[in-house]
């Protein structure tokens, strides 16, 4: 299954982790390839300058939950202002990849990350191999008679440009909630409706510091509407369909994702994604 990634030239292989007693590597990314949990969990943006804390969060709900993953570790962070194009930074054969490109890869990673959004999976299968592949491997190998849940892990800023406060939990699907009842009846979105509203449901049931968690779905600019955004992959690659329910869910900083936070959010996520999975993953 993992033999034509083990292949990989070395600077685009994962590490690879069986058991989350063992640590993550810093600059890599790390592929926890669970056991038969019907979780996956992504952390495609854990690098300090994109969204902080993702990637100790995505491993604390692995070490929860025993949950497979791919986390970005640090390795690759959001383009914003950088001169290199993704062309730049393509990978045509991760066995046997062009020396200046690696070199333009290399000099990027040591300054500050190699500029690829792992959010969009046509650039993740492009210049993100090391990414791209054990999720396609992952779904493909879980992909037995049940369902899976799979949670893409990202940051919503404490507050938006307005200057107002966010909410604790936006999920995503593939629609904005305006267009909530169009997409669901076209089947255009990322999860199922039934597993949007008990997830969302369970989600409410949190508590922070003392007081139900604030949940909003589906809002403008945090909800994968746009195909090319990761929870569409399992929809759009792949050489057959994957039972998958991809969600995105947005967390935001101030009491969720602050070291000394990261424990109790992992724990209280946990219960929600284990109770969402069980509940649905035989429910194909």
Not at 27 to 41: A, D, E, K, M, Q
Not at 156 to 162: M, P, R, T
Not at 211 to 224: F, M, Q, S
Not at 249 to 276: M, S, Y
Request: hydrophobic share 40%; aromatic share 8%; charged share 25%.
């Amino acid at each position: 299954m993992w033999g034509e990634v083990a292949c990989f030239h070395p600077s685009l292989k994962p590490h690879f982790l069986t058991s989350s007693d063992e640590e993550m590597e810093l600059g890599r990314i790390n592929v926890y390839t669970g056991s038969s949990s019907p979780l996956l969990i992504i952390a495609p943006h854990g690098h300090p300058q994109d969204d902080l804390n993702t990637e100790l969060l995505a491993l604390a709900l692995v070490k929860e939950t025993g949950a497979a993953a791919v986390i970005n570790n640090q390795k690759y962070c959001k383009p914003k202002r950088s001169p290199l194009r993704i062309q730049d930074l393509a990978i045509e054969n991760p066995r046997d990849p062009n020396c200046q490109i690696l070199t333009v890869r290399q000099e990027s990673a040591l300054k500050c990350g190699i500029p690829v959004d792992l959010n969009k999976w046509p650039d993740a299968r492009r210049a993100a191999p090391d990414f791209f592949y054990p999720l396609m491997i992952l779904s493909e190998f879980q992909n037995t008679c049940t369902s899976k849940l799979a949670i893409f892990i990202h940051g919503i800023a404490d507050a938006g440009k307005s200057g107002l406060r966010n909410p604790d939990f936006v999920l995503g699907a593939g629609y904005e909630l305006s267009f909530k009842a169009v997409a669901l009846e076209s089947g255009n979105t990322t999860a199922r409706e039934s597993v949007i509203h008990f997830f969302l449901e369970e989600l409410k049931k949190i508590h922070i510091n003392q007081a139900p968690a604030w949940v909003e779905e589906g809002l403008p600019g945090y909800a994968a509407t746009h195909k090319v955004r990761m929870p569409w992959v399992f929809k759009t690659c792949g050489s057959r369909p994957v039972k998958i329910d991809a969600i995105q869910l947005e967390i935001r900083h101030k009491g969720l994702r602050e070291p000394e936070n990261i424990p109790r959010t992992a724990a209280d996520l946990a219960r929600v994604f284990c109770r969402t999975a069980e509940l649905f993953s035989n429910a194909g």
